[in-house]
Every structure is written in C-alpha cells, then in structure tokens.
C-alpha cells in the first residue's frame, strides 16, 4: 500500500461529458503529481502541485484542469471529453517537489468513453 | 529535455535465470534515475533509485541497477527470476530545474518468466 488513494477505481463516460477525479497523497508528502498512462501515448506526466500551488505543466490539455486543495487532495478535471481521453490516470505524490524524490503512485482511475 | 529509452518492449526468461531489462537516458542535466513496477490492476512501484553517491543501487524483491554515467545507462538486473516477478518495468529520469521535476518514463519493458 503507497498510502496514496485515488478515488475512483473505474468512470464510464459519455464524449462531451466532464469528470472530476480525486487523489489524496500520502500523509506528510505536500507534492501531487498528476499522470496519464495510454497504449498509445504511454506515461505522460499531465501537471504538479506543490503545497496548493501549481508546479509544472507537462502534457495537459486545455480542456483538463487541476487543483490541489489546503488538506492537500487534489482533483482533475476532464472536460469535453473525447474517446481518445479513455485513460489510466495516476497521481502520485512526494514529500518536496523537486525532482530526485521518489513518486509514490495511487492504483490510478480507469476512465472509460462510450 | 530529458528522455529515456528502454530496449525491448518484452522480454522473456525461464525461472530462475538472470533478468536484465536495459535503459538509456537523456539529460542535460546530472539525473535522477528510478526503476518502477506495474503489476496488473495497480499503480505503480518503486523499486530503486539512483540519486547522488553509489552507482550500485539495491532495491526491493533482489533488483538493483548500476548507474553508467560514461555509457547513460541505468540497466536492472536480477540474478535469479521468480514467477512473481512477471510484470511491467519502467525506467524513469528527473531532475533539478523547472520541466525536469515530473518523472519522465520509457515506454515499459513487459518481463515473462516461463516455468
């Protein structure tokens, strides 16, 4: 167990609609880092916070956004969805947020679009 | 940029048998390397990392990786392959600065052990 917990497990969707996915990091760590795995695109990393202030942008889209609250869970939200948004999403968090820290990763959100 | 490079997308050996899954890296930068496991279902796993100080780096479950600064490698090895540790393995890089603090991942190496 990481001590991460990503809520929830499976999101069977409809294109056009939004979702809202929910991480909660491991106690004490003040980093979420957001990823997305796909068979085509592989692990991407998508967007950091770091102690509610947002980090670094890696391959986000505009119709996604990201917050990380004063209790340190962080949502995603996908809007607008389209098929090709049918994902693993990860978070992960760390104690810092600067790199050299190991990552530890939730199960991920298996996010399905009909 | 960084970047990383796992050869073979899969590799097969027979229990008890040596595992070698191989990864290059990029980095302008001095890097920071880790090795992940994925097994069905879940997120992922640390096994290892390598930031500063000894190249051989020992991790979980009988894995480590030596860090080849000469030759950017950061290649995983096992003397002795179980069933259990059939899974996915991916080698990531990091580092300082803006842009280089997210794990940047290779595309995965699938391990089988056959019996």
């Known amino acids: 167990d990481s001590g991460v917990t990503q809520t929830p497990k499976h999101l069977i969707t409809a294109t056009g609609q939004r979702v809202t996915l929910r991480c909660s990091p491991r106690?004490?760590?003040?980093?979420v880092y957001w990823y997305q795995q796909s068979l085509d695109q592989g692990l991407q990393f998508l967007i950091q916070y770091y102690n509610g202030e947002e980090r670094a942008k890696g391959n986000i889209l505009e119709r996604f956004s990201a917050q990380q609250f004063p209790d340190l869970h962080s949502e995603l939200n996908l809007s607008s969805l389209e098929l090709g948004d049918s994902a693993l999403y990860f978070c992960?968090?760390?104690?810092?947020?600067?790199?050299?820290?190991?990552?530890?990763f939730g199960d991920g959100t298996r996010l399905s679009i009909l | 940029a960084q970047s990383v490079t796992q050869l073979g997308s899969h590799v097969s050996v027979s229990e008890g048998a040596l595992v070698l899954l191989r990864c290059n890296y990029s980095s302008s930068v001095p890097p920071y390397l880790f090795w992940y496991v994925q097994y069905p279902n879940q997120g992922l796993q640390l096994l290892l990392k390598y930031t500063t100080g000894a190249t051989l780096v020992k991790g979980i479950n009988g894995f480590e990786a030596e860090f080849k600064k000469s030759e950017t490698s950061f290649h995983l090895t096992k003397p002795s392959a179980h069933m259990s540790d059939a899974a996915e393995y991916f080698c990531a890089v990091s580092g300082f600065g803006t842009g280089r603090r997210a794990l940047t991942f290779g595309s995965g190496t699938r391990l089988q052990v056959q019996p």
């Open positions: 106690s004490g760590d003040l980093s």
């Open positions: 992960a968090s760390s104690v810092g947020g600067q790199g050299g820290q190991p990552q530890h």
